[in-house]
């Protein structure tokens, strides 16, 4: 397992040159910033119309259409929506330099081949373990999340390892070296990120707080007391996690809460659970996710919306809302 510090960064790889990022959401705010105050020469690609051109500019970021921004770019960072990044990519790519860098934040396009770059570019991956805010608050704080790093094609032409020096420069510029960056490939960090997404960072854990929550209220529990056990303290315990793994939350909870733990948690997260968990992984390994993903956006995400609707109107939302309006510093630093 390789992993890389700002010893290992060829910052002349970056220097003087050009970096577009397009799109100005969570990561590419993050990004453009990171990098424009490591003293990176730093463009956003944006729509004149859209929010993201007057964000930008009020962030004090230089601005252009996408297919403007990146002209003689030597990067261009891809940081639009998923599945928006073949369009805009048919769309900037006659405008790309001879010999640029193409990188992404997320595998999906190029290792689910919805998009197939010219021969001449460098294809390259910086991928942050953390939301664009993160990203932010991270750097400005003198730290950085950690990146994962691939390379899918240096670019015909090009220098030996030209992409990946680049791409080094970039999660630098962004802050990923002070906590590290993995060497990774395109189809593992897609298909681990989409695996962790589904099964426990947002699909796991969601259902799980959510159930819990509908049990404590069905059997004549407040509603309050059900959201504050369910979901208002599992960032105890992630904290705990994410500082010391097992080890450190198993320090720091009652023995009543190990024991209760150690002898129950098996019971909600069971064999079946793992099985399920399986097909799921072999979902994605197979396109099939993909697959559903991409048509579902393409017949206007009709089932997309419903179910969304029916989680944003979940009781669990109501109460929580009137709970989280008593503690407004949980929204300090958003």
Same mark, same amino acid.
């Given at each position: 397992?390789?992993?890389?510090?700002?010893?290992?960064?060829?910052?002349?790889?970056?220097?003087?040159?050009?970096?577009? #990022?397009?799109?100005?959401?969570?990561?590419?705010?993050?990004?453009?910033?990171?990098?424009?105050?490591?003293?990176?020469?730093?463009? @956003?690609?944006?729509?004149?119309? !859209?929010?993201?051109?007057?964000?930008?500019?009020?962030?004090?970021?230089?601005?252009?259409?996408?297919?403007?921004?990146?002209?003689?770019?030597?990067?261009?960072?891809?940081?639009? =929506?998923?599945?928006?990044?073949?369009?805009? +990519?048919?769309?900037?790519?006659?405008?790309?330099? =001879?010999?640029?860098?193409?990188?992404?934040?997320?595998?999906?396009?190029?290792?689910?081949?919805?998009?197939?770059?010219?021969?001449?570019?460098?294809?390259?991956?910086?991928? =942050? $373990?953390?939301?664009?805010?993160?990203?932010?608050?991270?750097?400005?704080?003198?730290?950085? @999340?950690?990146?994962?790093?691939? @390379?899918?094609?240096? !670019?015909?032409?090009?220098?030996?390892?030209?992409?990946?020096?680049?791409?080094?420069?970039?999660?630098?510029?962004?802050?990923?070296?002070?906590?590290?960056?993995?060497?990774? *490939?395109?189809?593992?960090?897609?298909?681990?990120?989409?695996?962790?997404?589904?099964?426990?960072?947002?699909?796991?854990?969601?259902?799980?707080?959510?159930?819990?929550?509908?049990?404590?209220?069905?059997?004549?529990?407040? =509603?309050?007391?059900?959201?504050?056990?369910?979901?208002?303290?599992?960032?105890? #315990?992630?904290?705990?996690?994410?500082? !010391?793994?097992?080890?450190?939350?198993?320090?720091?909870?009652?023995?009543?809460? $190990? +024991?209760?733990?150690?002898?129950?948690?098996?019971?909600?997260?069971?064999?079946?659970?793992?099985?399920?968990?399986?097909?799921?992984?072999?979902?994605?390994?197979?396109? *099939?996710?993909?697959?559903?993903?991409?048509?579902?956006?393409?017949?206007?995400?009709?089932? +997309?919306?419903?179910?969304?609707?029916?989680?944003?109107?979940?009781? #669990?939302?109501? @109460?929580?809302?009137?709970?989280?309006?008593?503690?407004?510093?949980?929204?300090?630093?958003?």
């Amino acid at each position: 397992m390789r992993i890389y510090s700002a010893k290992d960064v060829k910052k002349a790889a970056l220097r003087g040159a050009t970096v577009a #990022i397009l799109g100005y959401g969570s990561q590419g705010r993050a990004h453009a910033l990171n990098l424009k105050d490591s003293g990176y020469n730093v463009v @956003v690609g944006a729509r004149r119309a !859209g929010a993201s051109w007057a964000k930008a500019k009020k962030d004090g970021l230089r601005v252009a259409e996408p297919a403007t921004a990146v002209k003689g770019a030597a990067l261009v960072a891809l940081l639009t =929506p998923d599945l928006t990044q073949p369009a805009v +990519y048919e769309e900037i790519r006659t405008n790309l330099a =001879p010999g640029a860098t193409l990188l992404f934040a997320h595998g999906f396009n190029i290792h689910f081949k919805q998009i197939k770059p010219r021969k001449d570019l460098g294809v390259v991956l910086i991928a =942050p $373990k953390g939301p664009g805010d993160l990203v932010r608050r991270q750097y400005q704080q003198g730290r950085g @999340v950690p990146c994962l790093i691939a @390379v899918a094609q240096n !670019g015909a032409g090009r220098a030996k390892n030209q992409a990946k020096d680049q791409a080094l420069a970039y999660a630098h510029g962004i802050g990923g070296t002070r906590g590290g960056v993995l060497e990774t *490939t395109f189809e593992e960090e897609t298909v681990t990120d989409l695996f962790g997404e589904q099964v426990v960072l947002c699909g796991g854990a969601t259902e799980l707080v959510v159930k819990g929550f509908e049990t404590l209220v069905e059997a004549g529990y407040k =509603p309050e007391a059900a959201y504050y056990e369910c979901l208002h303290e599992l960032k105890l #315990i992630v904290d705990l996690l994410q500082e !010391g793994g097992l080890a450190k939350m198993h320090q720091f909870i009652s023995e009543t809460a $190990k +024991y209760g733990d150690l002898t129950r948690g098996p019971r909600i997260v069971t064999g079946a659970t793992k099985k399920e968990m399986k097909k799921i992984l072999t979902e994605i390994q197979d396109g *099939t996710f993909a697959r559903q993903w991409i048509r579902e956006t393409r017949t206007g995400k009709k089932q +997309y919306n419903a179910l969304l609707n029916k989680d944003l109107k979940h009781p #669990i939302e109501k @109460v929580g809302r009137a709970l989280r309006a008593r503690m407004p510093w949980l929204e300090q630093g958003r």
